[in-house]
T-cell receptor
Framework: SQKIEQNSEALNIQEGKTATLTCNYTNYSPAYLQWYRQDPGRGPVFLLLIRENEKEKRKERLKVTFDTTLKQSLFHITASQPADSATYLCALDRGGTSYGKLTFGQGTILTVHP | SQTIHQWPATLVQPVGSPLSLECTVEGTSNPNLYWYRQAAGRGLQLLFYSVGIGQISSEVPQNLSASRPQDRQFILSSKKLLLSDSGFYLC??????????FGQGTRLTVV
């Protein structure tokens, strides 16, 4: 069956360090992989989308890599700040006849300590 | 710009009562619309998906139903709520480019 796993349920880091979050998937062949941020009691907010033919995507302090051979995406936040503390979700499109449907990982709770 | 409205923000309902959650999108036409549920400490589970008026795809057999009476309106309903229906319900829309934009969610507690 299809599975998405975000390896760490929680990640604690010091301010200024780089946070690295992992998303692994099995039995998918996604055309796209996305990362979202979710604050407590709020809906997820779209951050980045990376296509299967892209190795890396950047946006300000955020960087996403996508390795379709390893079936893995890494999400990096450089120079992390306490305001980056949130839950981060990865999501895959299911492709094919399930076009447009996203499946989400369980999320990683990131806490950045001052 | 596009906005999505979802209400109410919180809801406490007794077991066996009906449910109606509404979601509307402004500033776009013919969006893909979604209902997700998020149980405490867990990921998002896709419940329903719609690509047009009256077109509903159900992902998980359950006590809930969805309707899309207008292009930018998506409604989640139940005739009789169960305790297991408690959770955080999220409506989302997509312009068809795979990015999803979420509403603020409804926290439903069935007592």
């Amino acid at each position: 069956s299809q599975k998405i796993e975000q390896n760490s349920e929680a990640l604690n880091i010091q301010e200024g360090k780089t946070a690295t979050l992992t998303c692994n998937y099995t039995n998918y062949s996604p055309a796209y992989l996305q990362w979202y941020r979710q604050d407590p009691g709020r809906g997820p907010v779209f951050l980045l989308l990376i296509r299967e033919n892209e190795k890396e995507k950047r946006k300000e302090r955020l960087k996403v890599t996508f390795d379709t051979t390893l079936k893995q995406s890494l999400f990096h936040i450089t120079a992390s700040q306490p305001a980056d503390s949130a839950t981060y979700l990865c999501a895959l499109d299911r492709g094919g006849t399930s076009y447009g449907k996203l499946t989400f990982g369980q999320g990683t709770i990131l806490t950045v300590h001052p | 710009s596009q906005t999505i409205h979802q209400w109410p923000a919180t809801l406490v309902q007794p077991v066996g009562s009906p449910l109606s959650l509404e979601c509307t999108v402004e500033g776009t036409s013919n969006p893909n619309l979604y209902w997700y549920r998020q149980a405490a400490g867990r990921g998002l589970q896709l419940l329903f998906y719609s690509v047009g008026i009256g077109q509903i795809s159900s992902e998980v057999p359950q006590n809930l139903s969805a309707s899309r009476p207008q292009d930018r309106q998506f409604i989640l309903s139940s005739k009789k709520l169960l305790l297991s229906d408690s959770g955080f319900y999220l409506c989302a829309w997509s312009p068809g480019n795979w990015k999803a934009f979420f509403g603020q969610g409804t926290r439903l507690t069935v007592v």
